[in-house]
């Protein structure tokens, strides 16, 4: 089946140190793929999207994606974490271009000072 | 610009009741859709909508009813709520397809079922 997997529930960096969030799709075809962070009683807001223009993809508060094919992943990452950074993150999928986005389960990042 | 919008932000109802959540934006978009979030599962689609008139099921559709008669608000309906429905709802709005386009989300209603 079409999906998409993240790896780690809970995920710990200290500030300063590099962030790595974990994201894996299974798909026939060329996926979209996101990134969405959650903030402490909020709504999702979108850090970037992977839609086949660049591999690389530069998001929002200096994140970025790098989506890779031959490994089926699209990790988001971080150079230097700060305590604002501190989230649930979800990966997200589409493979048809359709109206149906299928969502990870989410990584709850927290920042260690 | 308000936004996606939606009311209330807590409600507890008890089973068997019936309620409204509701969900307004006013950027004009077309396309509009409901999610559940519970622990360790991420977002579930309930129900989509592409247009005024349209509506369409998602992953976990049974419980709940929509329509959409105006392109600003699409409520979504408990008809009788069950203690499986304690959740987290977002409502969702995009310019275009939600599976291509930014997706724009509401703060949430919070609901607890007894």
């Known amino acids: 089946a079409q999906s998409v997997t993240q790896l780690g529930s809970h995920v710990s960096v200290s500030e300063g140190a590099l962030v790595l969030l974990r994201c894996n799709y299974s798909?026939?075809?060329?996926?979209?793929l996101f990134w969405y962070v959650q903030y402490p009683n909020q709504g999702l807001q979108l850090l970037l999207k992977y839609t086949s223009a660049a591999t690389l993809v530069k998001g929002i508060n200096g994140f970025e994606a790098e989506f890779k094919k031959s490994e089926t992943s699209f990790h988001l990452t971080k150079p230097s974490a700060h305590m604002s950074d501190a989230a649930e993150y979800f990966c997200?999928?589409?493979?048809?271009?359709?109206?149906?986005?299928?969502f990870g389960t989410g990584t709850r990042l927290t920042i260690i000072p | 610009n308000a936004g996606v919008t939606q009311t209330p932000k807590f409600q507890v109802l008890k089973t068997g009741q019936s309620m409204t959540l509701q969900c307004a934006q006013d950027?004009?978009?077309?396309?509009m859709s409901w999610y559940r979030q519970d622990p360790g599962m991420g977002l579930r689609l309930i129900h989509y909508s592409v247009g005024a008139g349209i509506t369409d099921q998602g992953e976990v559709p049974n419980g709940y009813n929509v329509s959409r008669s105006t392109t600003e608000d699409f409520p979504l309906r408990l008809l009788s709520a069950a203690p499986s429905q304690t959740s987290v709802y977002f409502c969702a709005s995009s310019p275009g397809l939600a599976g291509v386009e930014t997706q724009y989300f509401g703060p949430g209603t919070r609901l607890l079922v007894l």
């Open positions: 950027m004009n978009h077309e396309y």
């Open positions: 798909s026939s075809v060329p996926p979209y």
């Open positions: 997200a999928f589409n493979n048809f271009g359709n109206e149906k986005l299928t």
